[in-house]
């Protein structure tokens, strides 16, 4: 599933940014979905996920409280709003697909192409 995000930018610490993550194609609807990020100097980890319904989210620590995942299969788009960002959420989102269903806490990136991303820049 051809995925393309989009809303990064620069904002100073303690603004807001809502990221998308389109997808083309019709399984969207059918698969967890996950947002990643790649902080420099850092392997890319996980910040949320959704399950397929979006009736189940899972977040990292530091996301939890700041950042609300969300989903709208009509429109086969995903959403990550992120409030009270701090300099240390700077780097690169990614949105992936990954095997996340309710019921459970296991989140496992699918394999498959990654995306370009798009880059976050907090500063202080």
């Known amino acids: 599933v051809p995925l393309v995000e989009s809303g990064g930018g620069s904002v100073q610490a303690g603004g807001s940014l809502r990221l998308s993550c389109t997808a083309s194609g019709s399984t969207f609807s059918s698969s967890g979905m996950g947002w990643y990020r790649q902080t420099p100097g850092k392997q890319r980890e996980l910040v949320a996920a959704i399950t397929s319904s979006g009736k189940s989210t899972n977040y990292k620590k530091f996301a939890k409280g700041r950042f609300i995942i969300s989903r709208d299969n009509a429109k086969n788009t995903m959403y990550l709003q992120m409030n009270s960002l701090k300099p240390d959420d700077t780097g690169v989102y990614y949105c992936?697909?990954?095997?996340?269903?309710?019921?459970?806490?296991?989140?496992?990136?699918?394999?498959?192409?990654w995306g370009q991303g798009t880059q976050v820049t907090v500063s202080p």
């Open positions: 992936h697909p990954v095997y996340y269903s309710e019921g459970s806490t296991a989140v496992v990136d699918q394999p498959g192409y």
